[in-house]
């Protein structure tokens, strides 16, 4: 049975120029899970704003949206507030109560249910999602991965027939994003539910998906079977970067076969064209950094109030200049208040920070900032002062003593280097999550800082997105300035970092270079090292298997020819 049919619908945002979504025509059958993806701004998150009624942005709509073969604008409001759940790419945005049982209650209290009939779907939901523990426990306590859990929990209360869910992990640690991907691919076959979710992290929703939705400026460019998609995809397609590292393989290789899409069928594919050996260790052991510390921290212990057990306990990190360093951890370990401590927002109570050599008690009245370190927050809004993003910069260089025309020279360059300019007179909670992180990345580059704190800067990107801030970043690193990233993504730190390490227990372990570091990681690790450690075990990206097993198509076999 068809659950949702969408027929030419096109949506324009008021006094915007072009439209969000144009012409966009699809169905889906009951039961089915769609992965929908895109570039960052190409209507994803419109196009399922527009699905839920209650929280469709203002604007110009045409078209016909058919839910269960009824038009929307005809649905009761109580059919639609129960039957449609939605999952917020933000958790911090969808929760409303101090309590987790309360906001296990609080949807069903609005449909006016009875207390028995509350109280059994609010332990029953309680029980299945595993957060029994958390029960009567704060909202603001929870972990990020907790969070969204509790979101996630709180939709399925209302037992939904169609769940829409915006970047669910864009917040997650691998570890917690593969346990909420997995509870949303029970949710599937066990009940049936129907699940529409956009996301940009396709490694592990790709292959569990029916149908896959790629959405192209607007526009519908495919929508078709994971693997039909990964056939399709022209090799140029910007989007041929966020597919699984199984597809790009194989799509790099040209190796007529079935495509891959698991770890498991790119490991099987491997071993069909390559003769087996054993694991080479090509990683180079030695690792040249500049003698001069950029950033340090000795034995710190930090704590948000005295009755708190601590967050930072002795920790240590050096982080030489010019070096591009990412650390890695699960939610909630306390790599965001490294960063604080280390720009001066957060107090250590015990132990050395150091910045640029000197004491980071010696920076007074501000001068941390003025050229020396800026911090790119978690949350991009939180950056943002005015109503328009063009104000927003110029007022950051007015405070800063720039000139009038240098204020656009180089409000001009950043919006270039970064793809910004055609965002620049709007305002910045009307962009998309990706674009929002744009911008903010744009107005820290304007302070020229020496050193550059990065926290989830690869948030709601795309892979192209990511390209470019890669390469901003290496012209940054390139200039000198040294750069501390907080990630979750595993795969941007594997291609970028000059090193990587691991934040566990409030310290932070085994600093390494990326080729180390991963290959000797199961879960905190990218999936192509996963796929490849078998034969080649430092490489952990798609460009170096790919390397790897074009050099071992050149080699010789042991008969003298030629491997097929």
Known sequence: MEILHL?????????????ALDGVSFSVQSGEFVVVCGASGCGKTTLLRLLKRALAPAGE??????????????????????????????????????????????GLENLGLPTEVIRRRVGEMASYFGIQELFRSD??????????????????????????????????????????????????????????????RLEEVFPIADKVLLMDGGHVLLYDTPRAVGQKLGAEHPMQLSLPS???????????????????????????HFPPAEPTDDADASYAHNDEVALEMKNVFFRYERSLP???????????????????????????TTLNVLAGLNRAYRG??????????????????????????????????????????????????VAKDEREKRIAAVAEKLGIVPLLDKHPYDLSGGEQQKCAIAKMLLLEPKILLLDEPTKGLDAHAKQVLRGVLQALKADGITILMVTHDVEFAAENADRCALFFDGEVLSADVPERFFAENNFYTTAANRLARSFWKNAVTCKQVVEYARAALRRPTGEGGETE
Not at 7 to 14: A, K, L, Q
Not at 62 to 88: D, F, K, M, N
Not at 246 to 272: H, K, M, Q, S, W
Not at 312 to 331: D, H, I, M, P, T
Request: aromatic letters at 6%; proline letters at 4%; glycine letters at 10%.
């Open 61 to 106: 709509r045409s078209g016909e949206i058919c839910y269960r073969g009824t038009a929307q604008s005809a649905l009761p409001e109580r059919t639609e507030a129960g039957e449609i759940g939605y999952v917020l790419q933000n958790p911090d945005s969808q929760i409303v109560t101090d309590k987790v049982w309360h906001e296990l209650a609080f």
């Open 139 to 200: 909202t603001d306590a929870l972990s990020g991965g907790q969070k969204q859990l509790l979101n996630l929990a709180s939709v399925m209360v209302m037992q939904p027939r169609l769940l829409l869910l915006d970047e669910p992990t864009g917040q997650l640690d691998p570890i917690a994003a593969s346990d909420f991907i997995a509870t949303l691919r029970k949710l599937n076959s066990e009940l049936g539910l129907t699940i529409l979710l956009v996301e940009h």
């Open 7 to 19: 027929e030419n619908v096109s949506f324009r945002y008021p006094k915007a120029a072009v439209n």
């Open 246 to 272: 199984a597809v790009r393989i194989y799509n790099a290789l040209g190796i007529d076969d079935v495509c891959p899409l698991t770890v498991r069928e790119g490991r099987d594919f491997l071993e069909r």
């Open 310 to 336: 601590d967050v930072l306990r002795g920790a240590s990190l050096c982080v030489y200049k010019g070096e591009f360093y990412c650390l890695l951890g699960g939610n909630g370990t306390g790599k965001t």
């Open 352 to 401: 050395k920070v150091r910045i640029a050599g000197r004491p980071i008690g010696d920076y007074k009245n501000g001068a941390l900032y003025r050229g020396n370190l800026a911090l790119l927050p978690q949350n991009p809004q939180t950056v943002f002062v005015r109503d328009c993003l063009r104000d927003d910069l110029v007022e950051l260089l007015e405070a800063q003593g």
